[in-house]
Nanobody, 122 residues
Framework: QVQLVESGGGSVQAGGSLRVSCAVSGDTSSANSMGWFRQAPGKEREGVAA???????SYTDSVKGRFTISQDNVKNTLYLQMNSLKPEDTAMYYC????????????????WGQGTQVTVSS
């Protein structure tokens, strides 16, 4: 089992920055791919950014150039640095992990954190 605990969410004005973190514990060898999803009220959970088993990052188009995903393997922590935030980035952000080499779509992800709220005001 992999345990994921997010932190670092909050409220910020448009154009501001936030960094969310995800502490990974348990059977970390099963977390071969990791990433961040988000879910706004009334919307489906969508993938935001991911890192595959080779450490290669990927991003959804709407956050490219603004968000950066990174991981600290010593601290077993995943990060999402969010810059130039927009009101449409407002959502609950979830950390995700899976044993597969690439992070799958939300219905197939094996491990989830409890989420951290990010609110961007205009």
């Amino acid at each position: 089992q992999v345990q994921l605990v997010e932190s670092g969410g909050g409220s910020v004005q448009a154009g501001g920055s936030l960094r969310v973190s995800c502490a990974v514990s348990g059977d970390t060898s099963s977390a071969n791919s990791m990433g961040w999803f988000r879910q706004a009220p009334g919307k489906e959970r969508e993938g935001v950014a991911a890192i595959d088993s080779r450490g290669r990052p990927s991003y959804t188009d709407s956050v490219k150039g603004r968000f950066t995903i990174s991981q600290d393997n010593v601290k077993n922590t995943l990060y999402l640095q969010m810059n130039s935030l927009k009101p449409e980035d407002t959502a609950m952000y979830y950390c995700a992990a899976d044993s597969r080499r690439g992070l799958p779509a939300a219905p197939f992800v094996a491990y989830w954190g409890q989420g951290t709220q990010v609110t961007v005001s205009s």
